[in-house]
T-cell receptor
Framework: DAGVTQSPTHLIKTRGQQVTLRCSPK?????VSWYQQALGQGPQFIFQ???????QRGNFPDRFSGHQFPNYSSELNVNALLLGDSALYLC?????????????FGPGTRLTVL | GDSVTQMEGPVTLSEEAFLTINCTYT??????LFWYVQYPGEGLQLLLK?????DKGSNKGFEATYRKETTSFHLEKGSVQVSDSAVYFC????????????FGKGTTLSVSS
């Protein structure tokens, strides 16, 4: 079992650009959640996808959007990048969508915005 | 809204020392509580959890007890190893938070031999 995988590992963009991050959930999982972890901070919930729909959204602007595919993999898109978007983006997968179920995290994508 | 507060780090200990990392929470109702660990260059791993008051979660020598009267979930280990060096996050799940986990800011533990 490969666990949760994310790509790319690192990414450097400039302000105003757009970025797409990808996540493949652990085998048997149907739910993907995305978190932003700024340096020295805990992860902050961006949104969750279940059955190909955004189920819940955290306090993030509409520049952050996502998608879930029929195979349960997911993408996170960020438009009009700001310097403050520099962070580690974590994907977590689980089964059934409840936060009470164990969430398995990927290694993250480190995004740097210059 | 619901929140988690952890003690500030870094925590620096010698091998075999006793570890305590404090965590308190604010939540309505009856949240579930978690400790996650993040090793350098890796994602978060669930270390232990507790789902109701007075439950004790334990794993790999780490323990934490869900104390509703003090709204706390402190992480303890009797004898730390160099391999325990990592960042530790306290987190909660609650009905108010919905499908999101609410994390504390994390505490960096550094253990030297």
């Amino acid at each position: 079992d490969a666990g949760v995988t994310q790509s790319p590992t690192h990414l450097i963009k400039t302000r105003g650009q757009q970025v797409t991050l990808r996540c493949s959930p652990k085998s048997g999982h149907d739910t993907v959640s995305w978190y932003q972890q700024a340096l020295g901070q805990g992860p902050q919930f961006i949104f969750q996808y279940y059955e190909e729909e955004e189920r819940q959204r955290g306090n993030f602007p509409d520049r952050f959007s996502g998608h879930q595919f029929p195979n349960y993999s997911s993408e996170l898109n960020v438009n009009a990048l700001l310097l403050g978007d520099s962070a580690l983006y974590l994907c977590a997968s689980s089964f059934g969508g409840s936060a009470y179920n164990e969430q398995f995290f990927g290694p993250g994508t480190r995004l740097t915005v210059l | 809204g619901d929140s988690v507060t952890q003690m500030e780090g870094p925590v620096t200990l010698s091998e075999e020392a006793f570890l305590t990392i404090n965590c308190t929470y604010t939540a309505t109702g009856y949240p579930s509580l978690f400790w996650y660990v993040q090793y350098p260059g890796e994602g978060l791993q669930l270390l232990l959890k507790a789902t109701k008051a007075d439950d004790k979660g334990s794993n790999k020598g780490f323990e934490a007890t869900y104390r509703k009267e003090t709204t706390s979930f402190h992480l303890e280990k009797g004898s730390v190893q160099v391999s325990d060096s990592a960042v530790y996050f306290c987190a909660l799940a609650s009905n108010q938070a919905g499908t999101a986990l609410i994390f504390g800011k994390g505490t960096t533990l550094s253990v030297s031999s």
